[in-house]
């Protein structure tokens, strides 16, 4: 360090100057190549209805044509392809659940039907029981119906 010192003392003030302007120069110099060589190049529009169209839209104009409908176009038969497998399935589950109803009520009214069979039987039976006892006239009848019990005893 002391020879730099040294070596800088013996220098005269025209040749310091010249060496602190050169030494920056050299590095801003270094500096623009080096920006230059990373930075990517912008390509310039070769025609102005590049220009035109990039400027009608903020998105892919691609996206815009025919790649960009036929993906839609996709997209959607797959949503009504799907959708129809649901209501195929819905459709298969009501129609099983219709057929259980239908089985459950014929199941039940067979059973009612029998039921109400039985009670009209049980019904006529007493029905012809009660046609074949006695008739009473109607003077028996008020006779039954006042009450006539033994006397009180105190």
Do not use: C
Request: a neutral charge; zero cysteines; aromatic letters at 4%.
């Amino acid at each position: 360090m002391a020879n730099v010192n040294a070596w800088w003392s013996g220098l005269s003030p025209n040749a310091k100057r010249n060496l602190a302007v050169g030494s920056i120069g050299s590095v801003l110099l270094a500096t623009i190549i080096a920006l230059a060589w990373v930075s990517p190049e912008v390509a310039k529009p070769s025609s102005k209805q590049a220009v035109i169209q990039h400027i009608l839209t903020d998105s892919d104009p691609r996206s815009l044509g025919i790649d960009g409908i036929s993906a839609q176009l996709r997209d959607l038969l797959q949503k009504n392809d799907e959708q129809a497998r649901r209501l195929a399935a819905i459709e298969e589950q009501q129609k099983r659940e219709q057929q259980s109803d239908e089985l459950r009520f014929k199941q039940w009214t067979s059973a009612e039907r029998e039921a109400y069979e039985a009670k009209l039987k049980a019904v006529t039976g007493e029905v012809e029981s009660l046609k074949n006892k006695p008739t009473l006239s109607p003077q028996t009848m008020s006779d039954s119906s006042s009450p006539q019990g033994p006397p009180a005893s105190k």
